[in-house]
């Protein structure tokens, strides 16, 4: 069995800041860039959609790690926050983009020592994709697709 699978989605630009994004067969996931116009239906920004995935992938892990050693979870909750270096879109040579921390504060209530809990949170976040993937960088290939009938 091979580990490696790919996943697929497709983006569409929609009006303003817009994109809509098809991911199989799931409803589509309106991602929105706040641009100062004021918008009456605002969707999640390209990071809080990153801050998301980070939080459903711990929240699984630790889940699953409860229940292979019998802990019973009576609530599980994670806040996430990140802080991001911003630059004008007109900057020539732009500074650095993106996230500069993450801090990821995990409240469990359960029946377990607090060592325990924390060694659930500790693992969750080691065998996390999207934990591996902010943590360590991923090749990035981006590029323009070949010219379709012309």
Request: charged share 20%; hydrophobic share 50%.
């Given at each position: ?72 979870l009576s609530s ?68 323009l697709a070949e010219?379709?009938?012309?």
């Amino acid at each position: 069995m091979n580990a490696l699978r790919t996943l697929r989605s497709r983006t569409v630009a929609g009006s303003r800041f817009r994109q809509f994004t098809q991911i199989r067969d799931l409803p589509v996931l309106i991602v929105d860039e706040p641009s100062g116009i004021a918008d009456p239906d605002p969707a999640p920004e390209p990071l809080e959609v990153l801050l998301a995935a980070l939080g459903s992938d711990l929240t699984i892990g630790i889940r699953a790690g409860a229940i292979a050693r019998g802990i019973a979870l009576s609530s599980l909750a994670l806040d996430l926050e990140a802080d991001i270096a911003a630059a004008p879109m007109d900057m020539v040579q732009p500074a650095p983009l993106g996230l500069e921390a993450v801090r990821v504060a995990v409240h469990i209530e359960a029946d377990a020592p607090r060592e325990a809990l924390a060694a659930l949170v500790t693992r969750a976040t080691l065998r996390s994709p999207v934990a591996n993937t902010l943590h360590d960088g991923t090749e990035l290939k981006v590029g323009l697709a070949e010219a379709q009938g012309r």
